[in-house]
């Protein structure tokens, strides 16, 4: 089994900043892709970030050059960091990972529970 757990949400003003990290542990035998997406309330889900093996990122437009996501292959751990955030930034934050699980040939797509990110106005 594999499991993705995120940490770091919490409550900040507008303009502050939070980095969130999400780890993913288990029987792994390699990650692809590691993303965040996020869900405000009424709303889709919709992708915030992405970063590949090699570290190739990709940005939702209302994110760029206010948000970085990095990862650390060694410790399985992708992080974004949230810079001038805005009220429209709060919303459930989700980890996603492309994850090649021991014995297997191919990547699934695995979720973490989500971590709870309000900018207060």
């Known amino acids: 089994q594999v499991q993705l757990v995120e940490s770091g949400g919490g409550l900040v003003q507008t303009g502050g900043s939070l980095r969130v990290s999400c780890v993913a542990s288990?029987?792994?035998?390699?990650?692809?892709?590691m993303g965040w997406y996020r869900q405000a309330p009424g709303k889709q889900r919709e992708l915030v970030a992405a970063?590949?093996?090699?570290?190739?990122?990709n940005y939702a437009d209302s994110v760029k050059g206010r948000f970085t996501i990095s990862r650390d292959n060694a410790k399985n751990t992708v992080y974004l960091q949230m810079n001038s955030l805005k009220p429209e930034d709060t919303a459930v934050y989700y980890c996603?990972?492309?994850?090649?699980?021991?014995?297997?040939?191919?990547?699934?797509?695995?979720w973490g529970q989500g971590t709870q990110v309000t900018v207060s106005s």
């Open positions: 970063i590949t093996t090699g570290g190739r990122t």
């Open positions: 288990g029987s792994i035998f390699s990650i692809n892709a």
């Open positions: 996603n990972a492309n994850v090649v699980p021991n014995g297997n040939s191919y990547g699934r797509n695995y």
